[in-house]
């Protein structure tokens, strides 16, 4: 073997130990039993030291030196030992014991999240919290604040490569005001659609039957991928030909699990669709960035599955599946279902206009808590006060406050802003997928999603790591990332389901 192959082949074992640690923290968001959680921090922490021993070692240092000595002509193996030296570089900042402290007491914090929210008890998490903003301080610090950014900055790299905070900030505040103002008006129209569909009792074994229809003929493929319950959704590659999703079941308002499902299969779909086989765990075998896996995400979920055409096709199939109840409801009360704005408290239960507010709100207090400015204790009151600015509402107890998401405790600071990233390029992909298949709302209306899925899978999810976001966003649209997409789709779809002229800014 020549020093690449021999540096593909040391990636691909990491990433055989990097699929065994995935699998284990997928058990642990699904199967494990609460007695586990001791042991599984342990296991956890091990894991992760050995993943990053394996990724920083001499030996990976000196064949990718080796390599750069005499960079081959071959433009993909040549941006491989880029992307390679890139991640090496970052990675050997960070010291073994913070790798391993970082995992354990992740893993703890996490069991002590899942109590603490369900007793509505902050300060059962408080000590938790701050220990994983004081580790993540330090990893941000060995990580270095990256040219014109902040310290923030370093840790919104790992998820969205070459971002900065400021851009980010000068994207949010314009489109927080805009998102208000659609939201306000909106909600003050006298047409509201109803939520009756939600409020019908469906079983949730139903509910699975419709969710497994839903990916089966949306092109996720269940004998690479499977669907399992949690309490917060998510989606695992753990490895070639294995893509797991999560869902949740509430047996009043069917349409929770069938989002969240929605939502999970375009994070799978990605992953199936990546070279993953032949790549494993070479840069160009992996996902660009988690705005752009996101961004695959909200595609299917909202802009394909909350669409009108989405409902023609898919109400007669909801009909048979989930029982009597929902057979009364029309394919014009599902989509207005599907479609209600509410100022809600729970992000994850976000309509599309409201979404986007929850996350800045998390961006601002996130980058506050590291520099800093506003201390852990404090967290509830910023919490609160900043969410009836944005939502206009009080917050009635941290459960549904700062207790609702998982992240904080996994000290996944920087993660939160991907969210809005990623509905922006979905926005700017929905539109241009419209330009390019002139008859995309019909194809929708019939079941007919192989032509979408076929140009993300060849633009998007073949390529791997091989472009920056930004390179992928203009070589799929042409042109870099702006709000006016997202605003556009908002109002074109919700202002006349709300009773309202299409064209108002
Ligand atoms: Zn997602």
Redesign the pocket.
């Known amino acids: 073997m020549n020093s690449y192959e021999q540096l593909c082949e040391l990636h691909r074992k990491a990433s055989v130990l990097a699929s065994v640690q995935a699998l284990l923290g997928w058990d642990q968001e699904t199967y494990m039993p609460a007695g586990g959680a001791s042991a599984r921090s342990e296991q956890a922490a091990e894991m992760a030291s050995l993943v990053h021993q394996r990724r920083t070692s001499k030996k990976l240092g000196d064949l990718l030196s080796a390599c750069e000595a005499a960079m081959p002509d071959d433009a993909c193996e040549a941006r491989n030992i880029e992307l390679m030296r890139r991640d090496y570089d970052r990675l050997t900042k960070l010291p073994d014991d913070l790798v391993s402290e970082l995992a354990r007491v992740g893993s703890k914090a996490q069991e002590a999240w899942k109590a603490a929210r369900t007793a509505d008890d902050f300060e059962g998490f408080r000590p938790w919290l701050e220990q994983m903003m004081s580790l993540s301080r330090r990893k941000a610090e060995c990580y270095g604040v990256p040219d014109g950014g902040e310290l923030y900055d370093a840790l919104l790299d790992e998820y969205e490569p070459d971002a900065r905070s400021a851009d980010v900030q000068a994207v949010f505040e314009p489109l927080a005001e805009q998102l208000s103002t659609l939201v306000a008006e909106l909600l003050d129209s006298p047409t509201q659609p109803s939520d009756a569909p939600n409020r019908t009792k469906v079983d949730p074994s139903a509910q699975h039957a419709f969710g497994q229809k839903l990916l089966a003929a949306m092109g996720f493929d269940l004998r690479t991928g499977r669907l399992d319950v949690t309490t917060h959704p998510?989606?695992e590659g753990v490895a070639p030909g294995d893509t797991r999703l999560t869902t949740r079941y509430a047996d009043d308002n069917f349409m929770d699990a069938m989002y969240s499902t929605l939502?999970?299969m375009?994070?799978g779909l990605y992953e199936q669709g990546l070279p993953k086989a032949e790549r494993q765990g070479q840069p160009l075998g992996d996902s660009v960035s988690l705005g752009i896996?996101?961004s695959q995400?909200?595609l299917w979920e909202n802009f394909v599955g909350r669409s009108p055409e989405f409902w023609h096709w898919a109400a007669p199939i909801a009909h048979s599946t989930l029982g009597e109840p929902i057979k009364q409801f029309s394919v014009h009360q599902l989509f207005g279902a599907a479609n209600r704005i509410e100022r809600s408290f729970v992000r994850v239960e976000a309509d599309e206009a409201t979404y986007n507010l929850h996350v800045m709100l998390r961006f601002e207090l996130e980058r506050a808590m590291l520099r800093g400015d506003l201390s852990i204790a404090d967290l509830p009151a910023a919490w609160n006060e900043r969410f009836e600015q944005l939502l206009g509402v009080n917050v009635p107890d941290n459960k549904r406050g700062c207790l609702q998401d998982v992240h904080w405790s996994f000290g996944l600071i920087g993660y939160f802003p991907t969210?809005t990233l990623?509905t922006l390029y979905a926005a700017q992909l929905w539109e241009t997928a419209h330009s390019k298949f002139p008859d995309i709302d019909q194809q929708i209306a019939r079941g007919e999603f192989a032509p979408l899925l076929g140009w993300l899978r060849e633009g998007i999810h073949t390529q791997g790591r091989r472009w920056t976001a930004g390179e992928l966003c203009e070589r799929m649209t042409g042109r870099p990332l702006g709000p006016e997409p997202l605003m556009d789709y908002l109002r074109t779809k919700l202002r006349p389901l709300y009773g309202l002229s299409h064209s108002m800014a």
């Open positions: 998510f989606c939502h999970e375009g994070h896996h996101e995400s909200r969210y990623g």
